[in-house]
């Protein structure tokens, strides 16, 4: 297990260069009401006062339920302004735009939500002399399950390098609510949906092959082809004659 008293200085200070080298006066981010987002926002509001958590209802039922209540409780608990964004209007103007383009997949439909939760998150933070913040853990990084320019794209990430595991037993040291640590992960794109179902792992399985290579043979099969099936995620674009 890390040391979370001397991860909480490190990645405090890590987030106050930044911020410092940027010139930006505060940092916006996602608030989901999940185990990533609670980590970040209480890390960014360590390191920074001046931090804003957005909720961003898209269209999924469960955003304006549990989702909502939960995002108020992490807030609330760790002293986080909050604002929200409604995007759920913005999310069915763009697919009745793009419809008459193209046959918009289930899997395109519902990342369309991460991507406009990136736009807005940058509204705001362009407009107020902000830096986005990242909520991506490694465990999902590795494994790809995350949208290519939703929530992949921010200005810096300080859980970047750390576990499921590890995230739990942060938030477990910070006293976050046991709601949080104890409701099962999900991205909230659609009614039901969860994290590891949609992968098809646990994230027990997960991190246990990442932290020590071990895994069933099953399992280790179907995490080594989802790391490769997204390795495009993990690369910078493509640039013809730059590198």
């Not at 890590?14 to 209480?42: H, M, P, Q, T």
């Not at 961003?56 to 609330?76: H, I, T």
């Not at 759920?88 to 406009?116: F, G, Y």
Request: aromatic fraction near 8%; proline fraction near 4%; charge should be negative.
């Amino acid at each position: 297990m890390r040391n979370y008293e001397k991860e909480l200085a490190i990645r405090t200070a890590f987030i106050r260069s930044i911020l410092e080298d940027a010139g930006a006066a505060g940092i916006v981010y996602g608030n989901s009401g999940g185990k990533d987002s609670a980590l970040v926002g209480a890390l960014c509001k360590a390191a920074c006062p001046n931090t804003v958590g957005i909720i961003l209802p898209c269209g999924s039922k469960q955003n304006y339920g549990s989702d909502r209540d939960d995002a108020l409780l992490v807030a609330k608990h760790f002293g986080i302004d909050v604002r929200e964004i409604d995007l759920t209007a913005v999310k069915e103007a763009m697919l009745a735009a793009v419809s008459p383009a193209a046959a918009v997949t289930d899997a395109a439909k519902a990342n369309i939500s991460p991507r406009l939760r990136m736009t807005s998150l940058y509204a705001v933070a362009q407009s107020e002399n902000r830096l986005v913040a990242g909520t991506g853990n490694y465990s999902e990084y590795y494994a790809g399950y995350f949208t290519k320019w939703g929530d992949g794209a921010y200005d810096l990430n300080p859980i970047a390098d750390l576990t499921v595991t590890e995230i739990y037993e942060f938030l477990r040291y910070l006293g976050c609510p046991a709601r949080i640590i104890e409701k099962a992960p999900s991205a909230g794109l659609f009614d039901g949906q969860t994290d590891e179902k949609e992968m098809g792992l646990t994230y027990a399985e997960l991190d246990r092959y990442i932290l020590t290579k071990e895994a069933e043979p099953a399992v280790k099969v179907k995490i080594e082809a989802r790391h490769s099936a997204t390795a495009h995620k993990r690369r910078t674009p493509c640039q013809f004659g730059v590198e």
